[in-house]
């Protein structure tokens, strides 16, 4: 007896079904080839061929002579099928070694693994000697009852319905509270810069300069060392702080938990120091009395929480809108098969209706008019028309007689047909493009790799150099108080150098943080 290898060859630059006809027609007609099955979506080629006649790398060689790239697959455990039951009725250890001992005895089962706790079996098998419905059947006569473990057909895991609620009322609160800060900040600029032309034009001296800058409505203070504008500022930040902040805060709770420091950790680090820095600024303002009212940052945190909370809230949307495509597709997937047996001349003995994960290759379906195709398969019996529409995109029926492939998910319109199928579970087109789909979801493109991998050196350096600021300018002040005096106008002459010197160095270096924060939006 001669016996019978496989092979699997990854195929690339087919592009219809055509070509894979083209493949399968000619790679029969060789010596030593036993069978052929292309699979377009995947780009695999399963090869039957006898050892002795011809080996892999010839195989591919042929393939590559029709005109197309070939390479041979180290890994051929892909053609493994893999089986998850529950399994009900088992008692004790002694009922899971009756099971696998069993099942490791039949021909074609590789691995078999089952658990009394949770009552399931995990079992490997070669699809080409064995099937799901066999390995079912063998459990059944053992006396236990046993049934698949049902896949989420329901796509839930693609919903981003929560996230995009959530963002966007991080988002309405931020803008809501953002809104009357830029509005107030619009005014104090506009007010410094009529008050700089004033000094400029009508030389006017510093004291009529301070004294014109404090009859301002948002400059009246309400308490001494109390402004306005600071107190409606501080009210404004305090809501967005607490609930606009509060997706950014937990996310950076998350990643400093696991030792990472990520955009979130950037965001909530500039916002908390620019609101806690100002409001212990304004307390010892109101400490003091000052006359002069200090410079605080509360415009910073609502912000920029706008700008990154519409960010994120935008990037659910389109996430959402992609899944809600995919989940579109994978409800195209049918569902149940009827499996029928056929006598000598194709007389139909019986048929069944059993889960589609339940089809083995070579098995014989019937579709019958207005129903799905469950796999991909070839006629072998009956005329119809079939609306292909969900891969071709074609809006007319296309005809199928014996001999035709068929595609799972498309529609069988008038005939009934009996199918043999080919390509059955994560096989079949309609899984692969889902597979596809999926995978394109989930991997990186190369520069967003480079910017996730720039970012984690990216938080920890705009800390450094925050820090390096503020002691930067200590050192400066302490060393050339001018400097400091040069730069940071209108501080509190009462006030000891040393404290104008700390004062201006935290003031440079949250500026520093504040200002790196919305660089994390371009790096995302």
Not at 510 to 515: A, E, F, R
Request: aromatic content about 8%; glycine content about 6%.
């Amino acid at each position: 007896t001669k016996t019978i290898s496989k092979c699997y060859v990854q195929v690339t630059g087919m592009t219809c079904a055509s070509c894979v006809a083209n493949i399968e027609r000619n790679l029969r007609r060789e010596d030593g080839i036993h069978s052929i099955l292309v699979a377009l979506m995947a780009g695999k080629a399963e090869v039957r061929y006898n050892p002795a006649v011809i080996h892999p790398s010839a195989i591919a060689e042929l393939i590559r002579e029709l005109g197309f790239g070939a390479t041979v697959m180290e890994n051929c455990g892909e053609g493994d099928g893999i089986l998850e039951l529950v399994v009900r009725g088992m008692t004790c250890a002694s009922c899971i070694h009756k099971i696998e001992s069993t099942l490791m005895k039949t021909n074609g089962v590789l691995y078999c693994s089952v658990a009394l706790a949770t009552n399931k079996a995990h079992i490997k098998y070669d699809p080409e000697i064995i099937g799901p419905r066999d390995v079912i059947q063998v459990i059944k006569d053992l006396g236990f009852t046993t049934s698949l473990v049902k896949k989420d057909r329901s796509a839930s895991h693609l919903d981003h319905k929560q996230e995009i609620r959530q963002w966007k009322r991080s988002f309405v609160v931020s803008l809501v509270f953002c809104i009357p800060v830029m509005g107030l900040m619009i005014y104090m600029m506009v007010m410094d810069s009529q008050l700089s032309d004033a000094h400029a034009h009508h030389n006017m001296s510093s004291e009529e300069m301070e004294a014109r800058h404090s009859s301002m409505v948002l400059e009246y203070q309400l308490l001494p060392g109390l402004s306005v504008m600071n107190f409606l500022s501080f009210l404004l930040c305090v809501p967005v702080q607490m609930f606009g902040g509060w997706y950014f805060y937990i996310q950076a709770y998350k990643a400093l938990k696991h030792k990472t420091a990520n955009m979130d950790v950037l965001i909530v680090l500039a916002t908390s120091i620019a609101f806690v820095y100002s409001f212990v600024i304004l307390l010892v303002a109101m400490a003091e009395k000052a006359k002069v009212n200090p410079v605080t940052f509360f415009d910073t945190p609502p912000m920029l929480f706008v700008f990154i909370s519409l960010g994120r809230w935008l990037e659910h949307v389109a996430k959402g809108k992609t899944s809600e495509a995919l989940a579109r597709l994978i409800s195209l997937q049918a569902t149940e098969a009827t499996i029928v047996t056929l006598g000598p001349d194709n007389v139909l003995l019986s048929e069944e209706q059993v889960d589609v994960e339940l089809v083995q290759r070579g098995d014989i379906v019937k579709v019958i008019p207005g129903g799905k195709f469950p796999v991909d398969g070839r006629v072998i019996e009956g005329h119809s028309m079939v609306d292909e529409s969900l891969i071709t995109g074609e809006a007319m029926p296309v005809t199928k007689k014996p001999g035709n492939t068929v595609i799972a998910g498309s529609i069988n319109q008038n005939g009934a047909l009996l199918i043999s199928a080919t390509h059955v579970g994560a096989d079949t087109t309609l899984s692969q493009i889902v597979k596809l789909v999926e995978e394109a979801q989930t991997s990186k493109a190369p520069i967003q790799q480079f910017a996730d991998k720039l970012s984690g050196y990216f938080v920890p350096s705009i800390v450094a150099v925050s820090v390096v600021t503020l002691f930067a300018w200590i050192i400066i002040g302490f060393v050339d108080f001018e400097i400091v005096e040069k730069y940071f106008l209108g501080y509190n002459k009462s006030i000891s150098a040393a404290e104008v010197i700390i004062r201006f160095a935290f003031q440079a270096s949250i500026t520093v943080l504040c200002i790196a924060c919305p660089c994390s939006l371009g790096l995302a």
